[in-house]
């Protein structure tokens, strides 16, 4: 037979000791989640102006430096990046910006981005101010239908990026 050796019977001069080691499960699922909630979020903050892009079916182009984006919200107001300007306005912006480009580097590429519930007019406009100031690397921007792959260059009429 076994007998316990410790006065007292069984587990009577025992004392639990505290526990003391941290709980990370907890912490862990908490940082899962805020790491979710960043990589859903983080793309829809590339781009301040809301606007509804038409859709196309040209292929997206391969960018070695970030564009400059002009935006015509459905009010028919001028965003530079983010910033409203005057139409009077946005040629003195652009070329104050492309004057602090380092020397060497490509001339940077402009995207014009139009709702598609603004008149084509107004966003022909806009271009015509851009590429009458000699900017050459202008392209209009278009959103591809959800659900269908990027095919090759698309031809100039299907609303592609132009160089």
């Known amino acids: 037979m076994a007998a ?6 069984r587990g009577a001069g025992r004392r639990r000791r505290p526990m003391a080691e941290i709980n990370v499960t907890p912490l862990v699922d908490v940082m899962l989640v805020l ?5 859903v979020a983080a793309p ?6 809301p606007v509804d ?7 997206a182009l391969n ?6 984006t002009i935006t015509v919200n459905p009010e028919g107001r001028i965003f530079l990046q983010e910033t ?21 580097q490509p001339e940077r590429r ?7 519930s603004i008149a084509y007019g107004r966003i022909m406009e806009v271009m015509g101010i851009v590429s009458s100031a000699g900017f050459s690397r202008v392209a209009l921007l278009a959103e591809q ?4 792959p990027a095919r090759g260059p698309a031809p100039a009429r299907q609303g592609a990026p132009q160089r």
């Open 63 to 68: 960018q070695e430096q970030e564009p400059l």
């Open 110 to 116: 402009i995207f014009v981005r139009g709702d598609r």
């Open 4 to 9: 316990s050796l410790q006065p007292g019977g």
């Open 84 to 104: 409203e300007v005057q139409a009077e306005n946005l040629v003195p912006q652009l070329q104050a910006i492309m004057q602090n480009q380092p020397q060497g």
């Open 44 to 49: 829809l903050m590339t781009v301040g102006v």
């Open 35 to 39: 790491l979710i909630i960043f990589m």
């Open 145 to 148: 239908p959800a659900g269908q």
């Open 53 to 59: 892009l038409p859709k196309t079916q040209a292929a």
